[in-house]
């Protein structure tokens, strides 16, 4: 059984990964191979430059948040820490398998630093979680009143029926002993983070930036692409897109956010190609955004005795 606990990880996450392949997989082979490669050779260096200035903005915004939630829980994170960190961490999750390994390096370098890793990855687990719900509830705040009036009706129909289920299931946990017993147990663990007003305005505030900054890489891409299509519109669809990134199945984003792109272009009038090739050329200038990552991982393999780095270092405790 200690075998099995060990290895079942592993096996979820090739499994999502294989999972991730096999919707990619699937888009294409629907959609065509010619979309895939326009995407690719609409990425310039000028875009690029664009992009990773706008995900440096994202990054920033990320770290202050991280910052933020760290103080709630009372442990210290220096700016120029928190963004290396940050940048290391997003740099992970595109390359390997998961997309969660650089937030579990992230919280278990800065917890040992702090002599605290299990609540730095407390801190760590609410920081990600709290900007996937600002991100939840900006895409239906403004996809529900807008979508509803534009071609993106059917999005946001099933936007409002999302939020629906999601209200009903909380609904039932809240109904049960157990769930009531969980909600306690995250509300203490979360309570100095939502006992202070302005922390939590800082944390919304910070999300805010990360989600409008993704959106315009989005935009740029969707220009870089050559689609012809109103802003507004890509705007739109570039909220939703984002949403389907942060579904837990994928590579480095690379999965459902290749379906959901093309459905959501081919709602629009804009055809299914154009949606696989946009999101072709975001997926390329979200890797290229995170290069910064590989550099101070780079540099923390040098500074570290040995050249082990701080990964290294991790393993071996």
Known sequence: MA?????SPRLRALAGAGAALAVVAGTVAVVGFGPFVQGIVAVTPAIIVVAVALAAVATAAAAWRWRIVSAGFGLSLAWGEAVGAYYRSQFLNTVLPGGVVGDIHRAIAHGRSRDSVALAARAVAAERVAGQLVQFVLTLGILLPLGLASSLAPLAWAGGAMLVLIAAAAAVVAALPSGRRLIAKEYRMLRPL????LALLGVVLASAVVVAAHTAVFVVAGLAAGVDGE???LLLVALVVLAASAI??????????????ASAFAVIGLGAGAGLAVSTTFGVLAMAAVIPGAVVLLGDRFRSPGGKGIIGSGRSA
């Open 3 to 7: 075998g099995l606990r060990a290895v």
């Open 194 to 197: 939502l006992t202070r007003p």
């Open 231 to 233: 802003i507004a519109d």
């Open 248 to 261: 837990p199945v994928n590579i480095g984003g690379w999965g459902p956010r290749e379906a959901v792109a």
